[in-house]
């Protein structure tokens, strides 16, 4: 299988040296992300395109920095509309709005921004916690991964996710923009998330990368049966 691997720092590309697949490095965020996806699957075939990184787990998904979190789709979480006066905000999504991130789709099925992942993204992610998970105690988490443009910063707007996207496992910036590349080349995509911070108030210096690096490489090793 030919994979292509989006992550959006050096950093991380760094801590992938050596994996059979082509690594490019986009830049933070999902217009970066799908401008390099697109770019990729331009010049050459593949058969997965796979946003991969650190990133944070969502109160409820049982995950902790050094886990790892596989998509069972990748949602950009932040495109919609906010209704309501302050303190009784709601959130509409693009299907409310009946909006439609896929141009071509009929105006009854509405594409808001979720892409489905990859067919075999369950049984990646049940691999891993039965190889991996039970050697070195790496808990692997399979649900929606959310895609924001802006980091959530508190434990209210992180609930707020969460209940959005049940069984939402992890943020990142990448990952919407990379599958929505892939879908119009009609690539099949993927993301995993080494787990670096928990959603929720910003605690920098609590962040726990080197782990969250190691996991996202296990991870792609998984994939790539390595
Ligand atoms: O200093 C900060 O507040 C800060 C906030 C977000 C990301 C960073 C980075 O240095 C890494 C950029 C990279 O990290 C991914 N990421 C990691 N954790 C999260 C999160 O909780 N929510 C969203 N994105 C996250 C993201 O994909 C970026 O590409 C520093």
Redesign the pocket.
């Known amino acids: 299988m030919k994979v292509l691997i989006i ?3 050096a950093g ?1 590309a760094a801590r992938l040296a050596g994996v059979p697949a082509h690594v490019v490095v986009c830049g ?2 999902a217009v970066a992300a799908a401008l390099t996806t697109q770019q990729e699957l331009m010049q050459e075939p593949y058969d997965l395109a796979v946003s991969a ?5 969502y109160p409820g998904s049982g995950l902790n920095p050094g886990d790892l979190a596989v998509s069972s789709l990748m949602a950009q979480a932040d495109l919609g509309a906010v209704d309501g006066l302050p303190g009784q905000e709601t959130f509409l999504s693009l299907e409310e709005l009946g909006l439609s991130v896929q141009p071509d789709q009929p105006s009854d099925q509405p594409n808001g921004g979720i892409f489905p992942a990859w067919q075999g993204a369950q049984a990646l992610a049940e691999r891993l916690q039965h190889s991996g998970g039970q050697q070195s105690g790496l808990r692997v988490g399979y649900g929606p991964a959310l ?2 443009s802006t ?3 508190n434990v209210a707007v992180a609930h707020a996710l969460a209940a959005r996207f049940p069984g939402a496992m ?6 919407a923009g990379v599958a929505h590349a892939a879908l119009r080349w009609g690539v099949p995509a993927l993301e995993i ?1 080494g ?6 108030p ?1 605690d ?1 210096a609590s ?1 726990k ?1 080197g782990e ?1 690096l190691a996991a996202t490489r296990r991870g792609v090793e998984g994939l790539l049966g390595w």
């Not at 990184?53 to 787990?57: F, H, Q, S, W």
């Not at 992890?170 to 990952?175: A, L, V």
Request: charged content about 20%; some cysteine.
């Open positions: 992550v959006a720092t991380e933070v965020g990184g650190i990133g944070g787990a895609t924001l980091v959530t910063g992890c943020e990142g910036m990448e990952g998330r787990i670096s911070n928990p959603v929720g910003r920098r962040w990368l969250a």
